[in-house]
């Protein structure tokens, strides 16, 4: 399965949101109910990409009482990639900038062209 990086801000986004993780993954006995922001996309995707973004410290776990792995929250990682990319504009400008000139669409592409605050992506015309 491909990173879905649509998926991944909309995640980061519904969590920051979120009263917490609980209300977020809104667990009941037939499995999680994700937010109907991410029905679109399937409880599997949505999973995979959960696991991703832990493995990446965007989500941060703790143990719980059965010593088991939970998500716990964003981490400051996590909290930087949805406010900076909040901006449905902004987003939309970011991809078509990194697609036009074959960049790779990876958390270390997106949040260099964020940090530089390159004017003529973010503000300007494209």
Known sequence: MKRDWD??????IEIEN????????NFSENG?????????????K???????LVNADFIST??????????????WKGH??????????????????ISE???DLGSDTIMSLVRRRINKII????
């Open 32 to 44: 999680y109910l994700y937010p109907e922001s991410l029905e679109k996309y399937g409880n599997e």
């Open 80 to 97: 930087e990639y949805a406010e900076k990319l909040r901006d449905n504009e902004r987003w939309e400008k970011i991809k078509r900038y």
């Open 123 to 126: 503000d300007g015309d494209i």
């Open 62 to 75: 703790s143990d719980d009482d059965y010593g088991e792995k939970e998500m716990s929250g964003l981490t």
């Open 46 to 52: 949505i999973t995979y990409h959960l696991q991703l």
């Open 7 to 12: 998926l991944i801000r909309d995640i980061l």
């Open 101 to 103: 000139k074959s960049l």
């Open 18 to 25: 979120a009263e917490d993780m609980d209300a977020f993954l």
